[in-house]
């Protein structure tokens, strides 16, 4: 049972004002194995108070102060990575399968992030002006609880790259992470106050942040509803927001794909994270002359799928993060089989055998239309939707009836055909014949899925503002 009473506030782990106790869970267990005390407002006024005093020196360090800063940080993270690997698996419920590499990519954010900074040039000359490249202020930083360690670490390299300072507030669902992320980040050594972590509820800490006069910028990734809320509190003040949401994404699967090549991809670009990841590809399309033989295929590839306890290596879906996420995703299944789609495989309830811990049978629906609340909502689990389409024109247009516009995939044995489908649908990044990642290429949404971008230059460029200096020589 762990007690996390403690955040960290210019340089220190301190005790918070706020009170609030919230319980920590292990999702395969139910039970509860920490509790968490929360920061309130006071606590995230006191943390803007610190990143504020903190901008004024830090913004003006060097290049090559903020690289060395990256590179402790990666360090620190890297060296507390099996720390980090076991309260992945323990408090989120991730398969050792992935585990491994979410725990990694805490400390390969902030080498990208270095990466990056490493070529920047933060002037640039446009006729007889220069143009600078000067950090925006104090950045806040919200973040959700599907990929903790690498939303915290990738947020806050970037704004070291770029010379602000931060206040963090993550998932309360993650405080276990966050401690032993926070503990590394502290044993980098960063300067006093450059950022500051203060876990707390989201419409208290998150909603203080958003609003705060003394924040430039905000960073959410997390709902689109969260999303918009934020947007709201931060134009008063006309914040810089960069917002990472949801998304619905489109698996378009072409006429002439490779099936035995096909259905596993859809089944990793949709079961990925237990189902709980934004760019899952969740609705499924395939040509009506060959749906048949996708859903026989599927099918047997699902049943084969293993949903359960996340240390058995051969789980592929561990258990949904929460109670509230389970009974969220039983209710989608359930919407789903009372709008009319067919249930090719899973269903309601747990998987066989498993009598608690908050699993769900992976399901596949077919017979789906994209007007089906199953096929528009974000589930954020596995489930999964097929719906036919009659032709290229038909396909391209029901990837692109929806309000998101995260990512795309697109499955062809021609890959040019493949990518001129891809250009012709709406979302921050396309798929073609893969399920890939590049922390150099820039990520997020088009439509309701976000604005603006993180990752590689336009990341960076995100927590800079251009100030051209005329007039000199
Ligand atoms: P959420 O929006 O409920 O919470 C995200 C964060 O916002 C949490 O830290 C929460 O405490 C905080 N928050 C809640 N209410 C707030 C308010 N009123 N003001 C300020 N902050 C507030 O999301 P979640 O359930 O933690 O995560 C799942 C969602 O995140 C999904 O919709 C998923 O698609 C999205 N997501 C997006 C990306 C991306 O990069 N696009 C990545 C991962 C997850």
Redesign the pocket.
């Known amino acids: 049972m762990q007690q996390i009473d403690r955040i960290y506030i210019d340089g220190a782990f301190v005790t918070p004002h706020g009170e609030e106790m919230f319980d920590l869970f292990n999702p395969a267990t139910e039970q509860v194995i920490g509790r968490v005390r929360l920061a309130d407002e006071h606590d995230a006024n006191r943390a803007v108070a610190a990143a504020k005093r903190a901008f004024v020196s830090f913004s003006r360090t060097s290049k090559s102060e903020r690289l060395d800063m990256l590179e402790s940080m990666a360090g620190a993270l890297a060296a507390r990575e099996d720390d980090l690997y076991e309260a992945i698996v323990e408090e989120y419920g991730s398969p050792v399968s992935r585990a491994r590499w979410m725990a990694q990519f805490a400390a390969a954010s902030a080498i990208e992030v270095a990466k990056t900074l490493r070529q920047y040039d933060f002037t640039r000359r446009i006729n007889a002006s220069d143009i600078v490249m000067q950090p925006v202020g104090v950045a806040g930083m919200?973040?959700?609880?599907?990929?903790n360690g690498h939303f915290i670490s990738n947020k806050l390299a970037t704004a070291i790259a770029a010379g602000c300072t931060a206040v963090i507030?993550?998932?309360?669902m993650s405080a276990i992470q966050t401690q032993i992320v926070t503990e590394a980040l502290h044993a980098a050594g960063l300067p006093a106050g450059v950022f500051n972590i203060v876990t707390g509820?989201?419409?208290v800490v998150?909603?203080t942040?958003?609003a705060h006069p003394d924040i430039a910028k905000i960073s959410?990734?997390?709902?689109?509803?969260?999303?918009k809320?934020?947007l709201r509190?931060g134009a008063e003040t006309l914040k810089r927001i960069t917002l990472?949401?949801?998304?619905k994404s489109p698996f378009v699967v072409l006429d002439d794909a490779n099936f035995a090549e096909t259905v596993p991809l859809a089944l990793q670009a949709g079961f990925m994270n237990n189902g709980?990841?934004?760019i899952a590809g969740t609705r499924i399309l395939v040509p009506q002359q060959r749906v048949a033989e996708f859903e026989a295929l599927i099918r047997a590839a699902v049943e084969k799928t293993q949903s359960g306890d996340p240390r058995d290596p051969a789980t592929v879906i561990g258990p949904m993060v929460s109670e509230k996420q389970w009974h969220r995703v039983q209710r989608y299944i359930r919407v789903g089989i009372d709008e009319g789609a067919r249930l090719l495989t899973g269903g309601e309830g747990r998987p066989d055998g498993l009598k608690s811990g908050w699993f769900v049978r992976p399901t596949v629906f077919t017979d789906v239309r994209n007007d089906m609340t199953i096929a528009r909502e974000?589930i954020?689990g596995p489930v999964l939707s097929i719906i036919a389409y009659r032709d290229l024109e038909d396909a391209i247009a029901i990837a692109n009836d929806t309000t998101y516009g995260?990512q795309a995939y697109v499955m062809s044995s021609d890959p040019a055909r493949a990518r001129e489908v891809g250009a012709r649908i709406d979302a921050g990044r396309v798929m073609i014949n893969a399920l890939t990642h590049d922390p150099a290429v820039p990520?997020?949404?088009f439509k309701q899925?976000?604005i603006g971008r993180e990752l590689g230059t336009l990341g960076l460029e995100a927590y800079l503002e251009p100030k051209a200096m005329m007039g000199v020589v």
Not at 244 to 247: C, F, H
Request: charged residues 15%; glycine residues 20%; hydrophobic residues 35%.
């Open positions: 919200i973040t959700p609880w599907n990929a507030k993550p998932s309360e509820r989201g419409d998150g909603a942040i958003s959410f990734t997390g709902s689109t509803v969260v999303g809320a934020i509190a990472e949401l949801g998304g709980q990841a934004c974000e954020f995260l990520f997020g949404g899925s976000g």
